[in-house]
Structure formats: structure tokens, C-alpha cells
């Protein structure tokens, strides 16, 4: 269980359990329909999740829809889930690198495969 806390110099202002580890976390200013000053939020990603908090307090949750993987993907970490990863772990290895370059998303030079 993660926690995250908010604080305002020196105090602790809130502390809000997140369900999950988070991968990102951005502010931003939603888009402003009057005059006066913007209130800024703050988007949590977890998972398939992306928490809003505005004004220091849960405010929005949307659940991302599951992206559909292909059937050489599948293969692919189904084949790192079982007993022969260790002896096969180039061919694997060779076998994503030719799945990201087939969809035209090439991998950075530190994860080219040898």
C-alpha cells in the first residue's frame, strides 16, 4: 500500500492511500471558465488508472481501457513465463526486438539485442 502525502512547506496538509504503485505523477491546470485565479491538479497513474486530485482531494478516477496485444507478443512473454527462459532467453530476446521493429518502434541502442 503506497501513500501519498501533500505537503505545504514544512506541514503535512493530507495523506491519501493509493491502491497501487504509481508510474507517473503530473500537475496541471485545467482549463480556466471565469476569471480569477487557476487551481491546479494533480493526475496519480496506477496501472490502468489515473487518479485526479484537485484542491488537495480526490476529485476523479479513470480507468483506461485494456490495450489488445498481438498474438507474436503473446507468444513472446508467454514463452518468458515458463521453465526455459534462462536457455532461451536470446532467442526470446531476438524475437521481441523483431516484434518492436515490425511495428515501426524501435528500441533504444542499450536494448538491441546481440
Request: contains cysteine.
Amino acid at each position: 500500500m503506497c501513500m501519498m502525502r501533500l505537503p505545504a512547506g514544512v506541514n503535512l496538509v493530507s495523506e491519501h492511500v493509493i491502491l497501487d504503485t504509481p508510474s507517473a505523477i503530473c500537475p496541471f491546470y485545467e482549463e480556466q471558465k471565469g476569471p480569477g485565479t487557476r487551481i491546479p491538479s494533480l493526475a496519480v497513474a496506477c496501472g490502468q488508472t489515473i487518479y485526479i486530485y484537485k484542491r488537495l482531494r480526490p476529485h476523479y478516477k479513470f480507468r483506461l481501457p485494456a490495450a489488445p496485444i498481438s498474438e507474436e507478443e503473446a507468444e513472446v512473454w508467454k514463452g518468458l513465463n515458463e521453465e526455459t527462459l534462462i536457455a532461451d532467453m536470446a532467442a526470446r530476446n531476438r524475437a521481441l526486438f523483431a516484434w518492436t521493429e515490425a511495428l515501426d518502434m524501435p528500441l533504444d541502442e542499450n536494448w538491441r539485442p546481440e
